[in-house]
């Protein structure tokens, strides 16, 4: 994370500083996955660091893969896990494919919790290339999606990323699969097992959230 990007962060935070639960809760938070035959990653790798260095760049390390793994796009709301799409075996989602997922998948659970719950949700997803690319922006834009600005580099900010280390805890857990397919049948499984009130504790989390961004100045959070 360079400077501009801890910059951003922090501006970021400081906008939202006084968003209540309430406008966190409608949100939907997406992200995309990688999930390996074993439940994560087959390649760790360990830091000596001494206490409170947990979030210096220094002791931060990118996480590899090196096992045959799935691709997985997810989303989660107030309502609990919503839609999860499978991708092809070391696949990187192009644009044509995302705006396919929000057309048939994403952008109809976003607009039933709104039906649901009589008020709009905002929807959440980084700035991958393929989430914007100018015909994914035209097709939210035709939609009157709205949209919550995400900043560079900040997993720490969005709470699926603590589903998806549940989740991938969870497959670890079970039998070591011999397929993707086998692997993709207990990925849905455990899935589907993620509680409601779980998710809602982590989507509470946000204004705690904002309050540690701002603390370190748009640097790395304990989250």
Same mark, same amino acid.
């Not at 979030?55 to 997985?72: D, G």
């Given at each position: 994370m360079t400077k501009e990007h801890q910059r951003k962060r922090y501006l970021w935070a400081k906008e939202r500083r006084n968003w209540t639960i309430a406008d966190w809760l409608h949100c939907v938070y997406t992200d995309e996955c990688r999930i390996s035959k074993s439940g994560s990653c087959n390649h760790r790798e360990w830091v000596r660091r #001494?206490? $409170? @260095?947990? !979030?210096? @760049?220094? !002791? /931060? +390390?990118?996480?590899?893969? #090196? @096992?045959? +793994? &799935?691709?997985?796009?997810?989303? /989660? +709301? &107030?309502?609990?896990? $919503?839609?999860? *799409?499978?991708?092809?075996?070391?696949?990187?989602?192009?644009? *044509?494919?995302?705006?396919?997922? &929000? /057309?048939?998948?994403g952008i109809p659970y976003l607009l039933t919790l709104g039906k649901q719950h009589n008020t709009p949700f905002m929807f959440q997803h980084d700035g991958a290339s393929s989430h914007t690319a100018k015909t994914v922006k035209t097709y939210l834009q035709r939609k009157n999606i709205d949209l919550l600005p995400w900043p560079a580099h900040s997993p720490d900010l969005n709470p699926i990323e603590n589903v998806w280390s549940k989740l991938k805890r969870n497959v670890s857990r079970r039998m070591r699969t011999t397929s993707l397919d086998d692997l993709w049948q207990n990925v849905q499984e455990e899935w589907l097992k993620i509680d409601k009130n779980y998710i809602l504790s982590l989507i509470q989390s946000m204004p705690r959230r904002i309050k540690a961004v701002l603390k370190s100045k748009g640097g790395a959070t304990k989250y």
């Open positions: #001494r206490v $409170g @260095e947990d !979030c210096k @760049e220094e !002791c /931060i +390390s990118a996480t590899r893969f #090196r @096992e045959q +793994s &799935l691709m997985l796009w997810g989303c /989660i +709301s &107030l309502e609990g896990v $919503g839609p999860l *799409k499978r991708f092809a075996p070391n696949e990187r989602m192009s644009a *044509k494919q995302y705006k396919q997922l &929000l /057309i048939h998948r």
